[in-house]
């Protein structure tokens, strides 16, 4: 989804590396981007916080980048606001990189929050290179279809073509961890009566589950934090949501087992 349509395109062939820095917290989505973009023949630095992307972006001894890929929930602070801390720089005023902000649920509140703060765009996860070249010369950047399914095995089947065998299991292995974590933490938060808290583990299920293909668990988290936004822990609408995230975890958990014996 383009924001911006009058700055010139970047053509981000492997014959004309970028210079990408990817602010994201997520380990395992961190390394897949690093894995996807150094195979597209780009040059990546990688950060974990909001304060870490202002910092390298802004680095008067650094040399730049031509592209800045900003996960709009950050620790530190948002990544909306690092894209607003980087744009007031007055170093970079002329030779702006462009910036695309990812997000794990495109949410009526997170559209607006990417306008609002100066990034040129918004790409949903999982990145995909299809949709990051075309994010860059200025077309309207869509979502991969979802016909219904499940799973999605070119997720990890892409992530094979990339990395070592024994690379991709640990991060599968890694990733159900971390969903497994992300599960207690959310209903930790709901017991809690805290949404905003629920919300932001839903989104956090969503972004990692999408990167590994578990389309079916991102699809319920995405609702559920829409859910959460709109409603609270009240309703139905939050209860039914709740209802079919916990469906969908289970075989989303077994999934991703059974392609670390792949």
Known sequence: ????????????????????????????????????????GHSVVTVEDGPSAV?????????????????????????DEAARRIRRQPRLTGTAPRILMLTATAT??????????GADGLLTKPLRLDALETAL???????????????????????????????VGALIAKTADTLRQYRTALAD?????????AGAMAHKV????????????????QALEAALER???????????????????DPALAYLDRQTLG
């Open 1 to 40: 989804m383009g924001f911006s349509a009058d700055r010139p395109p970047i053509h981000s062939t492997a014959a004309r590396p970028l210079r990408v820095l990817v602010a994201e917290d997520e380990a395992v989505n961190r390394m897949a981007a690093l894995a996807l973009l150094r195979r597209a």
């Open 55 to 79: 910092a390298a972006a802004t680095d008067p001894t650094g040399d730049g980048f031509d592209l800045l890929l900003l996960d709009l929930g950050l620790p530190g602070f948002d990544g």
């Open 137 to 167: 010369t200025n077309s309207p950047t869509n979502a991969a279809p979802d016909d219904g399914a499940a799973f999605d095995p070119n997720a990890i089947a892409q992530m094979r073509d990339l990395l070592p065998a024994d690379r």
């Open 189 to 197: 938060a709901w017991n809690g009566g805290d949404p905003r808290a």
């Open 108 to 117: 009526p509140d997170g559209l607006a929050r990417c306008r609002a703060c």
């Open 231 to 249: 409603d609270g822990l009240a309703g139905a609408n939050a209860t039914a949501a709740l209802t079919r995230f916990d469906e969908a975890y």
């Open 206 to 221: 969503a972004g990692v589950s999408g990167q590994y293909g578990c389309v079916a668990l991102r699809r319920a988290a």
